[in-house]
């Protein structure tokens, strides 16, 4: 249920002057805000900040090319005969340099990053505003938000891109900045996340839409994790209170079931606001997207641009509910009932498919997807924590409590438990497999077999090269414009 928003609001303030010769005429950029005169409230504080929430819904993120870019990768996905040709170089792993897409993703994270630096740039001036105005809680609570959403975007660029240029604060002039290494870049996004779990308030606390301490220490294993700093990554999910698995599992992907007790960081949507430019909103002048295409680009009854692939489908075991729940297979119904999927639907020019997305579908209570969906999208929620925690336990000799953990997931899906007495590799297989299905269609099985490791094995005659595709080409327009990368610094292969 949305009972909270995040809005980011630009106003442009012109001043006329009496006179315009070249001795009164003062140069200033009109979009540019200014700490002097803006952070002395806490509504200005609160507003900057959530120009930074609001990146993530932009075109290039979570509104619509995040998905197909990472589940193409991960080979969740087939896509059909219709599937524009940008969405297949994923699938195929054919993208190069040239890609606008993958340009428009470094661009919208930087930006993000960028927004977030203003904030944590203006911490003597928010520190300033009198605590009969702002307290001194809330100020840390807004700073950490700040390096929450820092630590956030930096994570999508550096898994992504692996080493990209480091930014601590604004920019002080037009140079560029070179490429750090992929571990500095960690370091950073690891201490941000440290900042935002001690400063962010409690779930309970918050308002919905909002990072909050729990997320914070979930990011933070995350990063840990794909560090192989797998004691403190334990630590820090070990850390986690106040969450649950819904005991509904599709209740995770519905709009009328929002921010529940699995949800530990969500992208917010709901178009009943309406949408700015559906088709391109990476530039922020024209703003943001507040609703989701996905629906839409994954739509069984409607543009069915992809559908899950057969080795996903493959992978989940009789009698595992979240099948039916992730998938519409022919006989199933929908629209509350009332209509039923029959082999016309799964059809197109190539063949019958064997199935249809389910997830993050509207189906469930229409007749037919819209180019506008409001569903939410959870970046992380208590399922992925209690796997993640489960393989840092693993890692850590405590195989037995990392079967427990396998378990409770595994109990809301209908199914037995794994065997008590298992290798730390047969635990790390059931990791694996655990992962693909309950968190299919969620964009997290590319980074997982990328830094699992085995990646050229699960994507073997994908057109996936070693060496390479496990990250992205640094754009060419990022070249172009930042005199500190030059072709050199670009990555392998590319």
């Known amino acids: 249920m949305k009972n909270y928003k995040i809005f980011a609001l630009f106003a442009l303030v012109f001043v006329v002057t009496q006179s315009c010769d070249e001795s009164n005429l003062e140069l200033t950029n009109p979009n540019a805000l200014s700490p002097e005169t803006f952070f002395t409230n806490e509504e200005q504080v609160r507003s900057a900040v959530n120009a930074s929430y609001a990146q993530n819904q932009t075109n290039a993120l979570y509104s619509r090319l995040l998905f197909y870019m990472y589940d193409n990768m991960g080979q969740d996905n087939s896509p059909n005969p219709q599937q524009e040709a940008n969405k297949l170089t994923y699938s195929r792993f054919t993208f190069d340099s040239s890609n606008t897409e993958i340009a428009d993703f470094w661009d919208s994270c930087f930006k993000g990053v960028n927004k977030a ?25 807004y700073i950490a938000e700040a390096r929450f959403l820092r630590g956030h975007y930096y994570f999508l660029l550096a898994t992504r891109f692996g080493g990209v240029p ?126 989701t295409f996905r629906g839409q680009d994954y739509g069984v009854l409607d543009w069915f641009n992809v559908y899950p692939s057969q080795d996903l489908l493959d992978e989940y075991e009789e009698g595992d ?103 730390k590799q047969q635990v790390f297989d059931a990791i694996v497999h655990e992962r693909k299905v309950e968190l299919a269609g969620e964009q997290v099985r590319f980074d997982d077999i990328i830094r699992w490791g085995i990646a050229s094995t699960e994507l073997a005659g994908t057109g996936f090269q070693q060496g390479k595709h496990e990250v992205w080409p640094i754009p060419d327009r990022e070249i172009s414009a930042n005199d500190a990368i030059s072709q050199e610094d670009q990555n392998p292969g590319y």
Not at 117 to 141: A, G, Y
Not at 367 to 380: C, H, L, Y
């Open 166 to 291: 480091l930014f601590s604060g604004l920019p002080e002039g037009p140079e560029g900045q070179p490429r750090a290494t992929r571990d500095e870049v960690f370091a950073q996004i690891i201490e941000d996340f440290r900042f935002a779990a001690d400063n962010l308030l409690e779930r309970g606390e918050e308002l919905n839409g909002r990072a909050t301490k729990g997320a914070a220490l979930a990011y933070l294993g995350k990063a840990l994790l794909f560090q192989k700093q797998y004691g403190p990554a334990y630590d820090a999910f070990d850390d986690i209170t106040g969450y649950d698995l819904e005991d509904n599992y599709f209740d995770n992907f519905k709009e009328e079931t929002e921010h529940g007790i699995e949800s530990l960081f969500e992208i917010e949507f709901d178009r009943a606001i309406g949408t700015a430019n559906k088709w391109d909103s990476n530039v922020s002048a024209q703003g943001f997207n507040e609703s």
């Open 117 to 141: 630096n203003f904030v944590i740039s203006n911490i003597d001036r928010i520190n300033e505003i009198p605590e009969s105005i702002l307290s001194t809680r809330l100020k840390n609570k």
């Open 321 to 423: 509910i979240r099948s039916a729940e992730n998938f519409y297979f022919e006989g199933d119904t929908y629209n509350n009932g009332e209509g039923i999927i029959v082999e016309s639907d799964l059809s197109t020019t190539a063949g019958v498919r064997p199935a249809g997305w389910r997830k993050y579908q509207n189906y469930y209570r229409r007749t037919a997807e819209e180019q506008e969906s409001g569903i939410n999208f959870k970046v992380i929620r208590y399922a992925d924590v209690l796997l993640m925690k489960a393989e840092a336990a693993n890692e850590t000799s405590r195989t037995a409590e990392a079967i427990t953990l396998i378990n409770r997931v595994r109990d809301r899906a209908g199914l037995d438990d794994i065997a008590d007495e298992l290798s």
